[in-house]
C-alpha cells in the first residue's frame, strides 16, 4: 500500500488509468479552491500510476509520492489547527529557548518553586492548518517536499498521510460535483 497527496481533479486520471484507490482525505490547501486529496493505493494501482506515460502538463490533476524528507526527528510539540502536532526542530531554535526560559521565570514567580526547563510544555509555534506549517516552520513549498515533509510528519506522530491532514489541515472542502 502507498499512499499520495493529489491536488486538482485527480479522479480524471485515475479513470483514464481504470484504477480506483481508496479516498483518505479531502479537503483545502490554502484556498477554498485548492482542492487537496489524499489517496491509498495498492501496489498495482501505484505501478500503473506511476508508469503512466501521459503528459503531466495536460493532465487535469496532479499527484506526488515520497518515502520521507531528512528534517530528522519529528520532537517539537507545534500546535497546528488548534491541536498539538510533533514537528522538526524549530527553525529559530533561540527564539523558543527564550520563550522556555520567560515560561520557567513565570512559572517560578507563581508558584514560588523552580522547575526544570525540560519539564515545561510548551508548543513551539501555532499554525492554522498543516500547509501554514510545512511551508512557514519548515520551508517546503514544492509539491514533491510538501509530500515527503507530510509523510515524515505522519510517521512521527503515528499516522498515515490521510489522518495527518484530517487533523491538522482539516477537512473545509464544500462538497462539488467533479467532471471525469
Known amino acids: ?92 531554535l533561540e527564539e523558543y529557548e527564550e520563550m522556555l526560559k520567560e515560561e520557567q521565570n513565570r512559572i517560578f514567580e507563581e508558584r514560588g518553586t523552580l522547575i526544570d526547563i525540560d519539564d515545561i510544555e510548551l508548543p513551539v509555534n501555532e499554525y492554522d492548518h498543516l500547509l501554514q506549517y510545512i511551508c512557514d516552520e519548515v520551508g517546503a513549498s514544492t509539491e514533491k517536499n510538501v509530500t515527503a515533509v507530510a509523510v515524515s510528519l505522519a510517521r512521527g506522530n503515528d499516522m498515515t498521510l490521510g489522518e495527518l491532514f484530517k487533523t491538522y489541515q482539516g477537512n473545509k472542502i464544500k462538497k462539488r460535483k467533479v467532471k471525469c
Open 1 to 92: 500500500m502507498k499512499e499520495i497527496l493529489c491536488w486538482d481533479n485527480i479522479e480524471h486520471e485515475f479513470k483514464r488509468l481504470k484504477i480506483t484507490p481508496k479516498k483518505t482525505y479531502e479537503g483545502t490547501g490554502w484556498s477554498d479552491d485548492d482542492r487537496r486529496t489524499v489517496y491509498e493505493l495498492t501496489d498495482k494501482q501505484f505501478k500503473i500510476l506511476n508508469n503512466d506515460t501521459y503528459n503531466e502538463m495536460e493532465m487535469e490533476g496532479a499527484w506526488r509520492y515520497a518515502k520521507g524528507s531528512n528534517c530528522g526527528s519529528a520532537d517539537w510539540t507545534f500546535l497546528v489547527n488548534g491541536k498539538k502536532m510533533s514537528g522538526f526542530e524549530p527553525r529559530d
